[in-house]
């Protein structure tokens, strides 16, 4: 199947309200002009300066999502363009953001990403962290950032329930910190699901996928 093939039977099977960012990491601007033709508006790459070479050589309606761990002393490449920030787990990185939006005059939209794997690999903050982090006095005096939701990434298994349990704990801790609306924080998005997890996440309460080899084939890291 082609890419656009991929793409519209996945989008046929979405519901209203989830929202699809096609990970388009390591695939060639060629692939990504494919699945814009088709439609799709919303890219998400891991490496800023992959997304920067993209977004400079595409179409500028696309919407660029960061959704790999985030180097605070590159931030500064992305700030005048990122539409959401998926992977942010301090308020160090987030004072940073907030710094380079403000020197283009924007805000930037941010998801808090929370530990959710078993796996000692993945990034993330404790659901307690988050919390501490929202109602803090200096969070509050972020003006060009705003929380927009909370983002996780399961284990790497083919245990289907040690993965179900950690999308359901995402959308408890979602649930939890949602009545936390500041100025700068309101909670509207639960990012999770990948090619491999995506309809148990939205079975169990995702608003965002984030999926890549489903809709542009496998990624083939050796030939970069
Ligand atoms: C690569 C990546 C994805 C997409 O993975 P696929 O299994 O190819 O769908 C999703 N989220 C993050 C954070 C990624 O790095």
Known sequence: MTISEHLNTLKSQLPE???????????????ITEAYNCGQ????????QEMVDKHEQ?????????????QRNKVKYMADFVNLIHGVDSFKLLKEINKQAQKHNRTINCLLQIKIAEEDSKFGMSANDAKALI???????????CITGVMGMATFTEDTNQIEKEFKFLKTTFEALKPLQTENCNLQTISMGMSGDYELAIKNGSTMIRVGSSIFGARNYSEQ
């Open 17 to 31: 309200h989830v929202t699809l960012v096609a990970v388009s990491k390591t695939k060639p601007v060629s692939a």
């Open 41 to 48: 508006r919303i890219f998400g790459e891991n490496k800023i």
């Open 58 to 70: 595409l179409p500028k309606d696309i919407e660029w999502h960061m959704i790999g761990h985030v």
């Open 135 to 145: 109602t803090s006095e200096a969070f509050s005096t972020l003006q060009n950032v």
